[in-house]
Antibody, heavy 121, light 110 residues
């Protein structure tokens, strides 16, 4: 069974660093793109960026480039989303989603359960 | 890049049909047939229901159908049921090599 399992909720202070994870089960992790999507409270979905675990090809939304870093560890079938200095405005739920394609049409066929990130002083 | 435009809310009675629009530009929705749709119930992760404008994955009810005309894609739900009450999101690949989501449409079953 295909599953994306994300790390648990985080509570952090402004200025702290954070790395959340998304582990794939039940499929060949190297062959599917993993996207990260933000959902702020009561708002829609926002695409942050995407990585291909096979070759680490990474693309970022202009809105998030320089604000976050996306990486992958092929040995553990895990993708990561990282902040070096959190802001209160980073408080949101973050989802990972896999797709068999990107430049020829992206669709998130499986999604992680989401990771709640709360940044507060 | 601005988000794709979706109506904030759409409602219908059980058994009725509704349509949700997703309007972009010639640089995203109008450029490719790379629009997908997702259903999200409160507190849950989005669920994939349509890819590439029209294609419904196995396991998704045939009451859901997608279409596109120019810069506007649409999701139709026929035979509306209580379980269809959720927020629906569209997304499109863009000519810049990025993805855009719509703001989401809350469907209420009256």
């Amino acid at each position: 069974e295909v599953q994306l399992v994300q790390s648990g909720a985080e509570v952090k202070k402004p200025g702290e660093s954070l790395k959340i994870s998304c582990k794939g089960f039940g499929y060949d992790f190297r062959n599917f793109w993993i996207a990260w999507v933000r959902q702020m409270p009561g708002k829609g979905l926002e695409w942050m960026g995407i990585i291909h675990p096979g070759d680490s090809d990474t693309r970022y939304s202009p809105s998030f480039e320089g604000q976050v870093s996306i990486s992958v560890d092929r040995s553990t079938n895990t993708a990561y989303l990282q902040w070096s200095r959190l802001k209160t405005s980073d408080s949101a739920i973050y989802f990972c989603a896999r797709s068999p394609t990107y430049t020829t049409g992206w669709y998130g066929d499986y999604w992680g359960q989401g990771t709640q990130v709360t940044v507060s002083s | 890049q601005s988000a794709l435009t979706q109506p904030a809310s759409v409602s219908g009675s059980p058994g009725e049909s509704i349509t949700i629009s997703c309007t972009g530009t010639s640089s995203d929705v109008g450029a490719y047939n790379y629009v997908s749709w997702y259903q999200q119930h409160p507190g849950k992760a989005p669920k994939f229901i349509i890819s590439d404008v029209y294609y419904r994955p196995s396991g998704v009810s045939n009451r859901f159908s997608g279409s596109k005309s120019g810069n506007t894609a649409s999701l139709a739900i026929s035979g509306l049921q209580a379980e269809d009450e959720a927020t629906y999101h569209c997304t499109s690949y863009t000519t810049s090599g990025t993805l855009l989501f719509g703001g989401g449409t809350k469907v209420t079953v009256l």
